[in-house]
């Protein structure tokens, strides 16, 4: 059982930062995948970013890629999320998802077998 604990989310104006951090409860050799996720009021869940931890490939969104960066730390057992330019349709539940096995598919939720609590991020204009 891996647990992931977010940290980070807050309230910033548009046009600024923030970063999130999900830290794993286990070493990250188990995780073969990490992704973030994030869900507006109203909406489905919807994909934002993923690592893979062996390779250090990255995947994005078309809305966040250029001002998302996700990242990881195998030292910290902990994944990133670097979020610049930030707009008001970035306003959501962010969550750390981490997958066990490789999928083929890496924009879905179905494709993650751990998730987050969650960290809110309001994006103000």
């Known amino acids: 059982q891996v647990q992931l604990v977010e940290s980070g989310g807050g309230l910033v104006q548009a046009g600024g930062s923030l970063r999130l951090s999900c830290a794993a409860s286990r070493g990250t050799f188990s995780i073969h995948r990490s992704g973030w996720f994030r869900q507006a009021p109203g909406k489905e869940r919807e994909f934002v970013a993923a690592i893979t931890w062996n390779s250090g490939s990255t995947y994005y969104a078309d809305s966040v890629k250029g001002r998302f960066t996700i990242s990881r730390d195998d030292d910290q057992n902990t994944v990133y999320l670097q979020m610049n330019t930030l707009k008001p349709e970035d306003t959501a539940v962010y969550y750390c998802?981490?997958?066990?096995?490789?999928?083929?598919?890496?924009?879905?939720?179905?494709?993650?077998?751990?998730w987050g609590q969650g960290t809110q991020v309001t994006v103000s204009s």
């Open positions: 998802a981490a997958a066990h096995f490789p999928r083929t598919v890496v924009d879905n939720t179905g494709s993650y077998d751990y």
